[in-house]
């Protein structure tokens, strides 16, 4: 199945109705080194948002109880699905068996020198490296991208790359964002990862999409 899941009758209707960002949005032609994301959260906001799975709009998941604010751009990799070959990567790298894919899209975070100042939309950018979450023996693995051509970013290829100060802000970030007041959340890093794991990873998760929704161009096709 190609990573274009509408055709011409799905087009059409794309001039009518708004693509869902999970499911409607071509991630490109340059997929793994270069992906289309959809942009849920930014810097200032102090609302989690998320896309609500069934309409494609973008939903309040929770106000964020601490100060934390997400420290870039935020989102997820369009036609993507963490399942078997997603979980066998952490189960791989980290002797646990018990991981399963979270069965969301894959999550992606975006540094960037420009202020955008509020999401709901798509950006392309180049993934290079990420982190290794897992979240209640659930694989939740987090790209970090910069966006593609950025002024300041764009000469970075690796997460080596980064100042070690910020790296260590989104995994803070990351191991923070869903505690609540006197209940911290059950997730850790295993894995801080480079470029080629991280497109290895958005590879097994494109794998996973197509199998998880192998039907679902044929179901556009009679609507």
């Not at 199945?1 to 087009?11: E, F, Q, R, T, V």
């Not at 369009?78 to 979980?87: D, L």
């Not at 999401?119 to 023996?137: C, T």
């Not at 694989?139 to 690796?158: E, P, S, T, W």
Request: with cysteine; proline share 5%; charged share 30%.
């Amino acid at each position: 199945m190609s990573n274009k899941l509408m055709d011409p009758i799905g087009k059409l209707m794309g001039l009518r109705y708004k693509s869902h960002p999970w499911h409607g949005v071509d991630i490109g032609d340059e997929v793994p080194e270069i992906v289309t994301c959809f942009i849920e959260m930014v810097p200032r906001d102090t609302v989690k948002y998320e896309v609500d799975k069934i309409s494609g709009y973008l939903k309040i998941d929770r106000p964020q109880k601490y100060s934390n604010t997400v420290p870039a751009l935020y989102g997820f990799i369009p036609q993507t699905f963490s399942g078997e070959k997603v979980a066998d990567l952490s189960r791989e790298r980290t002797g646990n068996k018990n991981i399963i894919g979270d069965s969301d899209p894959v999550d992606i975070c975006i540094l960037t020198e420009k202020e955008i100042t509020h999401g709901d939309i798509l950006v392309k950018a180049r993934p290079i490296g990420g982190f290794r979450m897992i979240d209640n023996n659930q694989a939740d693995d987090k790209v970090i991208a910069v966006l593609n051509n950025d002024a300041l970013y764009h000469g970075f290829r690796d997460l080596d790359d980064v100042p070690k100060s910020v790296v260590e802000r989104l995994k803070h970030y990351f191991l923070t964002y869903k505690d609540l007041p006197g209940n911290p959340a059950d997730v850790e890093i295993t894995h801080v990862y480079h470029r080629e794991e991280a497109l290895d990873l958005i590879n097994r998760s494109i794998e996973d999409y197509r199998l998880k929704f192998e039907n679902l161009d044929t179901l556009l096709s009679t609507v």
